[in-house]
């Protein structure tokens, strides 16, 4: 915490609610690791996994090269025993009914299992950093750093109390009161841009905390003037076949259902190609199917991160259709963005305030009003349409490609650190 000491190990424990780890909290923790920080990360174990709660069997893997630490959460919280036990006696179905009971119990009192669990482990590693990723690690972080008297760092990924998710809403106070009482006592804190920083600095009167964005690196030898033809040849597409792409989490809030509605809008030649995940997604192909769009939006599984950007760079077009539907959002700051910069895929964005200052600041593509069908076609047309344009955008995405990428934005990290020391 803020009047403890830097101790000499150089340890520093990454709390994070993740199952796939989030690529932000790879990339920093692979940044701190090559600083010669000793980084280990805690996070939450998949539903299948094995895992005690008592601290000699933690599971234990590797991802990336960082060392994971996880903790099996279903079915595990002391506070709730008598659920899982009436569960057990009602059999399967009963148990599966206990454990969604205790989670629900849990997120009513302010905590989840993982949060229950998490300070206990973090306090035991005894590292000389806690880094809390997102707000829902803030108070785990924090005890353990209280606990070892040690230094604590917040990262938020988020607006966290202006999300627009049912169970955040039914705490917003109370997630609000929690980052108000421990942003004042992190040694360091940072988030995903300028709006999101300047809006928590107004809130709870602290400077603003440092911005480090959701970049990412090309792969080696990836060239954005000649890119590769994964998603063609993935679909069996002609050359003389526009794609217009939508890349990541498919869910509500993101404008999508009007993205597939938008084909019917397209001239023939231009394709929506929507790779991905999320249990949205087969909504969203319903929907295609409906509407007699099944060869106009086509869907593919999601691609290896280290792929990711080779596939984004095969499109044309990369979109962000979301949708101010909370603060969160209108503040969004999404991987996507940073994918498609480095990628050299021109960019169309709702006209939200970041993606504004990034996508028309930098001459990287075009925003506009994306709020039914007809709007998402007609700025897909504009862009695709305009040769000229296409071309001067593909320059300045090659140059702000040298400058939005991990290995700026990892410097940060690196120097956020290193401040702690003085």
Known sequence: MTNSKLKTQNSTLMITQDVPIDRRIVLQARTLT????????????AADATAALNLRDRVEEWVDG????RIKVEGQDPRYGWVYRL??????????????????????????????????????????????????NLQSAALAALINDSRLVYDAHELFPEINNRWVRLKKRYWTKVERRLLPKCDA??????????EMASRYHVPPPTVIYNATNPPSGFDAANPPNHLR????????TRIALFQGWMAEGRGLENLVLAAKHLPANIVIIMLGFGDYRSKLEQMARTAGLTERVLFLDAVPQDKLVEYCASADVGLIPYQAVDLNNFYSSPN?????????????????????????GHGLGL????????SYASAISLLLGNERLLRETRANLLAAAKVYNWDEEGKKVVAMYERMRT
């Open 34 to 45: 090559d600083a010669g920080w000793n980084v280990t990360i805690l996070a939450r174990a």
């Open 87 to 136: 569960g057990r006696v009602a059999g399967a179905r009963g148990q599966r009914a206990g454990v969604a009971t205790s989670a629900l119990l849990g997120v009513l009192n302010g905590y989840n299992t993982f949060s229950r669990l998490a300070p206990h482990y973090a306090a035991a590693m005894k590292a000389d950093v806690y880094h809390a990723h997102d707000l829902n």
């Open 189 to 198: 804190a940072s988030t995903v841009n300028e709006f999101i920083a300047d």
């Open 367 to 374: 925003t506009a009003e994306l709020h039914d069908a007809q």
């Open 66 to 69: 960082i060392r994971v630490q």
């Open 233 to 240: 040849e993935a679909l069996g597409l002609g050359r003389e």
């Open 336 to 360: 996507k963005l940073f994918d498609y910069i480095v990628a050299g895929l021109p960019i169309i964005a709702n006209d939200l305030p970041f993606l504004r200052k990034m996508v028309v």
